[in-house]
């Protein structure tokens, strides 16, 4: 699976906004949305990964995965909402992270974002208004809408890094990879820095 590639190499954008580098970070939400597909065609599924590394490993094989159908050990990572079809009001996947909570041992946290690709392939530019948001209670720490990555089959979005003092930081990674199916691309996560 190779990264998707734009005129400049590795995308790094979209409409994205970020929250200060110095913010210690406690319970946050990652929202996901998109738009169902037209009647009589297969359904747009699209789901979001999280890559849990430790400290002793932090670019190679993820400790835990995160998604539809696995949750962190400790329950610090969940999915609280998850859709097949991007049908409904609001955000179709939701997944929280509770890092007052969360192992010492664990040094990032990669999110992204995978297509299931059961008939044929899509990319994001074939699935209209796919956005996502990572908030902290009321405070939206940062949004994005994959147009850079259109053509991409999945995506990382943001990377949440354990500092020195023991905080944990949002730092922006916006990366797509072509031909990239959930499971490949969950493999590959570990490779994604900022």
Do not use: C
């Amino acid at each position: 699976m190779r990264p998707w590639q734009g005129p400049s190499g590795y995308v790094t954008g979209g409409r994205t906004a970020m929250s200060t580098p110095n913010k210690n970070l406690g319970t946050i939400e990652i929202r996901l949305k998109w738009d169902p597909s037209p009647l009589g065609e297969a359904a747009h599924d699209l789901d979001l990964i999280a890559a849990a590394f430790s400290a002793d490993d932090p670019h190679g094989a993820p400790d835990h995965l995160v998604h539809f159908d696995a949750r962190s050990p400790d329950g610090t990572i969940h999915l609280q909402r998850e859709s097949r079809t991007g049908q409904g009001l609001g955000f179709d996947e939701v997944m929280s992270l509770e890092f007052e909570r969360m192992s010492k041992r664990l040094d990032r946290i990669v999110i992204g974002v995978a297509i299931q690709q059961r008939n044929g392939t899509k990319t994001f530019s074939g699935i209209p208004r796919t956005e996502a948001e990572i908030v902290e209670e009321y405070d939206t720490l940062a949004t994005y809408d994959f147009s850079e990555v259109g053509d991409a089959t999945a995506a990382t979005i943001a990377v949440f890094r354990h500092t020195e003092s023991g905080a944990w930081q949002l730092e922006r990674a916006v990366r797509g990879f072509a031909d990239a199916d959930p499971d490949a691309f969950a493999q590959l996560m570990g490779g994604v820095s900022v």
